[in-house]
């Protein structure tokens, strides 16, 4: 069972608007429009930062009119390259409540996201066009569906891929990765 299981491809884009373009024709339907404010924590009793391939994160988001918390541990775990997570993701009801609990119980934050996402879903495939403060502009496809194995969902990313003929940059690691790496690079140059 993939419940709790996300799967989903990251990549650098130079051009919204043209595969905005492409999800129109290809009949893909808008979802939404939000500004997200994720804020990364370390935990006080485990250093999520130890590791040379972060393997875990723990985030609180702030969506203005809605908030939640979640936990993603990346799989392999160990593995440079990720092809998967464990996501327990939950709506809150008072994120500052559970930010002065955060404080409380000594968990730190690493890093803060602030993206504007505008959401399209074509067949089970979630696409996500980012602008990010600090880092620019991105696209992630999710896979929403019911595939049996990781393999599967992926397949029907790159299917999704092939089909919006998706003019793509680099691959990435997740915004809160780059930020981090971007403050330490920033760091030593000082």
Not at 3 to 15: M, P, R, S
Not at 106 to 120: C, I, M, P, Q, Y
Not at 155 to 165: F, G, S, T, V
Request: charged share 35%; proline share 2%.
């Amino acid at each position: 069972c993939m419940k709790h299981i996300e799967v989903e491809q990251k990549f650098h884009l130079q051009n919204h608007a043209e595969l905005r373009e492409r999800l129109e024709q290809e009949g893909a339907r808008k979802l939404t429009t939000t500004h997200q404010v994720d804020v990364y924590y370390n935990a006080p009793h485990r250093d999520f930062l130890s590791e040379p391939d972060i393997s875990e994160w723990l985030r609180l988001r702030d969506e203005g009119s809605k908030s939640s918390i979640t936990y993603k541990r990346y799989l392999p775990l160990k593995a440079k390259i990720k092809t998967h997570c464990d996501e327990f993701e939950s709506e809150l009801s008072d994120i500052e409540a559970m930010r002065k609990l955060f404080t409380a119980l000594d968990f730190t934050a690493l890093v803060t996201v602030d993206k504007n996402r505008e959401e399209w879903q074509l067949d089970d495939v979630v696409i996500a066009l980012d602008t990010i403060k600090d880092l620019g502009a991105f696209v992630e496809f999710e896979y929403k569906g019911d595939a049996d194995t990781v393999d599967e969902a992926h397949r029907r990313i790159n299917q999704c891929i092939a089909r919006l003929d998706a003019k793509l940059g680099d691959t990435h690691t997740g915004y809160p990765h780059q930020l981090i790496a971007k403050r330490r690079a920033n760091t030593k140059e000082s």
